[in-house]
């Protein structure tokens, strides 16, 4: 059980997040709060659970307090709604199906002699309040990451959190992942899923070995994309730093991460922006087809188990396990296929006599449709992804000078992110800051083609009429 040093550190995090915002300028400060009580602060169940609300942790503490703070101060930067029409859908959907959850759970459910509870209204409460926690960094980043400036800031951060993470995921390697336990008094996951290749997989403050390894990814390709970019002196010293993170990512045994690295890291340093922004389209359009092909149970899963076991036989007995979950799981959702089946674990398979929970749920998308249904699942992925087409339809109209370098590299990082939610849950409040910030870029860019266009249809006619 999490020790009182991380409750303190909980409850000490609103004042981080107020000095920061008080010091720094505020995209800048945003960032870093959201990035920092990311990586330091304790995980679940080191929670705050007050009665009639959902568990306040570091996930969505920092972002209520920054969120809080700009509306105190009046600085909202703009709309608190997207301006597209379907970003405001996708949004308040998000938020507000949880009520449409509810509605369709009001009876209880049994597994033998085992029973969960029906869902009432303060559900319904706990559960879209629950939601408009998760999404804030996404309105953060939309209205005040929304600049060139800002995302070259965000790469700049992702790069020196990797900086200060090494060292300790370094520690972890050789002494195995103890920080943790030492610091905050408890392991916040399985030991055994640390052991990788005869040394250890480091885990540091996060949830997960693939959580540390994924933001360290994160941290290689925001390397890479600033060396390219660097102008001026420094450009080594720029080198020097992606090339250490790079083997830093390598010695961290995570092949998934590893497999991302070698597909991005190329995109990043030889391809225009724009093709970057394609290839991110496609990524996500994958990501999001394979719940929608598995659902229609059109996914090959014996061919690629198959491949899977030719190439190692310990991988493809995981991924059998796997896909056994996946089909239990969504045989359970087409119960209740369009809101989903809420909260208490309604969505899982319990033992009949002890209520233990009998199916695993690893990817993020799963465990959407189970609880929120297709409805949920469809609004949390595609506002997720509708940042990639706003900014695609942006910059098609836009010179290729005129659009920040930074766009791609951070499209390519929201779209690989999503990409992984099908095998892992690596949804973090970075993943929502990129999605704002990628949005309300669009947004801006959107806003500016108009004016152009005017400007350049009324020249002739000025034109004209001087003579």
């Given at each position: 059980m999490p020790n009182q040093i991380a409750f303190l550190a909980l409850a000490a995090s609103p004042i981080f997040v107020a000095v920061m915002m008080s010091r720094l300028r505020l995209d800048r400060a945003i960032i870093w709060s959201l990035m920092l009580c990311y990586l330091f602060l304790p995980e679940p169940p080191a929670v705050f659970d007050f009665p009639m609300m959902p568990p306040l942790d570091k996930h969505n503490i920092p972002a209520l307090m920054a969120f809080a703070l700009t509306l105190w101060r009046k600085d909202t930067g703009g709309p608190l709604l997207p301006q597209s029409g379907l970003g405001k859908v996708l949004l308040l959907t998000f938020v507000f199906s949880p009520v449409m959850t509810v509605l369709n759970n009001g009876e209880p459910i049994y597994f033998g002699i085992i029973g969960l509870p029906a869902l009432g209204l303060k559900d319904a409460a706990a559960l879209v309040l629950e939601q408009f926690l998760m999404v804030l960094p996404f309105l953060l980043g939309r209205q005040h990451l929304a600049s060139g400036g800002a995302m070259r800031e965000l790469l700049r951060a992702l790069v020196v959190g990797g900086l200060i993470y090494t060292p300790l995921m370094l520690l972890e390697m050789r002494v195995s992942p103890q920080l943790n336990n030492w610091v905050y008094g408890y392991f916040q996951h399985f030991f055994a899923q640390t052991i990788r290749f005869g040394g250890y997989r480091p885990i540091v403050f996060l949830y997960h070995g693939i959580w540390v390894a994924f933001f360290l990814m994160t941290s290689v390709v925001s390397a890479w994309a600033l060396w390219r970019w660097h102008e001026g002196a420094g450009k080594i010293k720029a080198l020097a730093v992606a090339g250490y993170l790079t083997l830093v990512l390598v010695m961290a045994k995570s092949l998934g991460a590893l497999i991302f690295m070698v597909l991005l890291v190329p995109l990043v340093v030889l391809l225009a922006p724009r093709t970057q922004l394609r290839i991110a389209l496609l990524i996500g359009a994958v990501a999001l087809a394979y719940p929608i092909l598995k659902g229609a149970d059109l996914v090959p899963q014996e061919q690629m188990l198959a491949q899977a076991e030719k190439i190692d036989p310990?991988?493809?007995?995981?991924?059998?396990?796997?896909?056994?979950?996946?089909?239990?799981?969504?045989?359970?959702?087409?119960?209740?296929?369009?809101?989903?089946?809420?909260?208490?674990?309604?969505?899982?398979?319990?033992?009949?006599?002890?209520?233990?929970?009998?199916?695993?749920?690893?990817?993020?998308?799963?465990?959407?449709?189970?609880?929120?249904?297709?409805?949920?699942?469809?609004?949390?992925?595609?506002?997720?992804?509708?940042?990639?087409?706003?900014?695609?339809?942006?910059?098609?109209?836009?010179?290729?000078?005129?659009v920040s370098p930074f766009v791609g590299p951070l499209s390519l990082m929201l779209a690989i992110n999503v990409a992984d939610m099908i095998p892992n849950a690596t949804l973090t409040p970075l993943t929502w800051l990129i999605a704002g910030a990628l949005t309300g870029y669009a947004e801006r860019l959107r806003e500016a083609t108009p004016r152009r266009h005017q400007a350049a249809s009324a020249a002739p006619l000025r034109r004209r009429t001087a003579i």
């Open positions: 310990d991988r493809a007995g995981s991924l059998r396990f796997r896909f056994q979950n996946e089909d239990t799981l969504l045989e359970r959702a087409y119960i209740k296929p369009v809101f989903g089946w809420g909260s208490w674990g309604r969505n899982h398979i319990l033992d009949p006599f002890s209520g233990a929970i009998l199916t695993v749920t690893d990817g993020f998308w799963i465990v959407s449709i189970g609880t929120y249904g297709w409805v949920g699942f469809l609004a949390q992925f595609g506002l997720l992804l509708w940042p990639l087409v706003l900014i695609w339809r942006a910059m098609s109209r836009q010179r290729a000078d005129a």
